[in-house]
């Protein structure tokens, strides 16, 4: 059966001037949103609106423009905090990307860690447990890492299976009374998996740990409500979500905010302020030290505001049937091998695959000279590469703007990779 | 972009048959080199025998590109002297870093010359230089070893 999809991706592609750039004598057939998306002339006018007419520092200045930039600020987290269900706009807090959003949170246990008056949830003594997956994109697995070499907790993970999907038969196991935190990715990176979550939130809730996920690649792609989710934290970018670089976001629970020291301390964070001690203001403006991205902030606000006129369930149904088209076609490459879900169920619009006896710097390479984008590595998942026995892969990945002759494109250049290497 | 001009018969047929592949006693010095981008890898040893290059042999995974010029590597550098493998060593570097614009002197680089076109594509220099970073760091520790501080 068809499925019905009502996103008119003509009149999206319209919208995105760079789908028209010629790579040689074809348009660029752009596979490779999993890295970073393309911009709607939405999102650039907006920004450029801003910058031209209402341009200043935030929450400062009592001037005209300041109180615009201010109101344009505070407006564009407001606009994130609806997009996600969160029940507060002041459980946003606005960051440089998903990777500092997690460093923010891992920081506050490390901080925690070294006061003794600091709540009990984030104290991690010798022993205790943070626990990810094998399936971790670097940014949702190092500063985890890191934090239980340094307060002496050991970092445990919840491994994959052959079909790519996170071995759910052992959570009971993984987390266990020690867990004080649990960390996952909500759709996975490299392999393109879209985690059911209930089992491993209520089994972190059982035990007593925090909970939350690396939300870069679900945001995005999938309607995500943060409190159907029942997490205490997510994070997730604004270049991927269609929106500007240089703007992320951690949306954590007001009381876990509360309780979390800051990471970033300088201006705008403050109370009151001595020579000897500061007090903090309350979040989410205690985590956001020093001048904020604004601009971005209104990129971003610009393309939950695309997002939401497409609807993200209009958007889940094109990226399933890209997914499904996609899977199918390249089962039909000489060599190719899928590494990851090869079922369209559970999964996004993203698939990683290795060619039998060709490198994938060397695929990528040829797809570029057929004007089709890839991304090519190893994709910040170095151990999920090592679980399928592999040193990098190809990764195609679609969003709103991708089409079924895209797909047809790329799976003809690959016939063309083979020829090459033959 | 053409292809042809990135991968030229020569490498392709290095990539294919890899030249002095494998990795063998005796040696002096050995190198491990990482391309973090990529996950590329190689390791390699140099077994030096008074002045000359009595070996060069490596392991490696990676590109077209990065395993063909390790094997264009084995076959400039090995049975030369120190004193030519650094002078290639200096050539073909200067190549890969001249942005296309270099053509390289068959004379002296052989078969790497075929690598001109790749000093055109900075995201594949790495992968060309990997080997020669490698045959670089075990050639310095294989000095270390034996004494020589010359070099």
């Known amino acids: 059966m068809e499925a019905v999809t009502k996103l008119d991706v003509e009149a999206v592609r319209a919208d995105f001037p760079i789908l028209k750039r010629m790579i040689g004598d074809r348009p660029v057939a752009y596979l490779d949103s999993a890295a970073t998306s393309q911009k709607p002339v939405q999102v650039v006018e907006a920004m450029r609106r801003f910058t031209e007419h209402s341009n200043?520092?935030?929450?400062?200045?009592?001037?005209?423009?300041?109180?615009?930039?201010?109101?344009?600020?505070?407006?564009?987290?407001?606009?994130?905090?609806?997009?996600?269900?969160?029940?507060?706009?002041?459980?946003?807090?606005?960051?440089?990307?998903?990777?500092?959003?997690?460093?923010?949170?891992a920081y506050a246990f490390q901080n925690a860690a070294l006061?003794?008056?600091?709540?009990?949830?984030?104290?991690?003594?010798?022993?205790?447990?943070?626990v990810v997956t094998e399936m971790e994109h670097h940014a949702n697995l190092i500063p985890w890492q890191q934090l239980a070499r340094r307060t002496g907790a050991v970092l445990k993970w919840i491994g994959i299976t052959d079909h790519g999907r996170l071995d759910l038969e052992s959570v009971p196991e993984v987390i266990t009374e020690r867990t004080k935190?649990?960390?996952?990715?909500?759709?996975?990176?490299?392999?393109?998996?879209?985690?059911?979550?209930?089992?491993?939130?209520?089994?972190?809730?059982?035990?007593?740990a925090l909970v939350g996920l690396d939300a870069s690649q679900s945001v995005p792609h999938i309607p995500v409500n943060v409190a159907e989710l029942g997490v205490d934290f997510i994070a997730f970018t604004g270049h991927k979500m269609l929106g500007p670089t240089g703007i992320g976001v951690l949306w954590a629970k007001a009381d876990l905010l509360d309780a979390m020291p800051p990471f970033l301390t300088g201006g705008s964070m403050i109370k009151t302020v001595t020579m000897e001690q500061t007090t903090f203001a309350e979040a989410p403006a205690k985590f956001e030290a020093g001048t904020p991205p604004i601009a971005e902030a209104v990129g971003l606000a610009a393309a939950v505001d695309y997002l939401d006129s497409l609807g993200m369930e209009n958007v889940r149904a094109h990226e399933k049937e890209l997914a499904g088209y996609m899977l199918e076609r390249l089962e039909t490459v000489d060599g190719?091998?899928?590494?990851?879900?090869?079922?369209?169920?559970?999964?996004s619009a993203t698939v990683s695959f290795t060619l039998e006896g060709v490198h994938p710097h060397d695929v990528g390479q040829v797809l570029d000279a057929e004007a089709v984008a890839v991304r090519v590595g190893h994709h910040c998942a170095k151990p999920t590469c090592d679980r399928f026995g592999v040193n990098a892969t190809t990764r195609a990945s679609a969003y709103v703007y991708n089409t079924h002759e895209e797909i047809d494109r790329l799976v003809e250049a690959l016939g063309r990779v083979r020829k090459v290497f033959s | 972009m053409n292809l042809d001009e990135l991968y030229q018969e020569v490498i392709l047929d290095?990539?294919?048959r890899p030249r002095g592949a494998g990795l063998r006693e005796p040696y002096e010095g050995e190198s491990h080199q990482v391309n973090p981008t990529c996950g590329d890898e190689i390791t390699l040893r140099v077994h030096v025998d008074g002045d000359k290059i009595a070996d060069v042999s490596y392991e490696n995974v990676g590109c077209s590109i990065s395993k063909a010029s390790a094997s264009v590597l084995y076959e400039l550098v090995n049975g030369s002297t120190v004193d030519d493998a650094l002078a290639r060593l200096a050539e073909f570097t200067e190549l890969m870093n001249s942005k296309g614009q270099g053509e390289g002197d068959e004379e002296t680089l052989e078969d790497a010359v075929a690598f001109a076109g790749v000093s055109k594509y900075p995201m594949r220099v790495k992968c060309a230089l990997l080997g020669w970073m490698a045959f670089k760091d075990a050639l310095v520790r294989a000095e270390a070893t034996s004494g020589r501080t010359d070099a």
């Open chain 1, 336 to 347: 190719l091998t899928v590494i990851g879900p090869r079922v369209p169920i559970g999964r």
């Open chain 1, 56 to 105: 200043a520092n935030i929450s400062r200045s009592v001037h005209t423009l300041g109180a615009e930039a201010t109101e344009a600020y505070e407006g564009a987290r407001a606009r994130v905090a609806a997009f996600i269900g969160a029940p507060s706009a002041d459980e946003v807090v606005f960051t440089k990307n998903s990777t500092e959003a997690i460093n923010l949170l």
């Open chain 2, 14 to 16: 290095h990539y294919k």
């Open chain 1, 181 to 208: 935190l649990v960390s996952f990715t909500h759709v996975a990176n490299l392999l393109g998996t879209v985690n059911p979550t209930s089992q491993i939130t209520a089994r972190a809730r059982e035990v007593g």
């Open chain 1, 115 to 130: 006061d003794p008056h600091a709540d009990p949830r984030l104290r991690l003594a010798p022993g205790d447990e943070i």
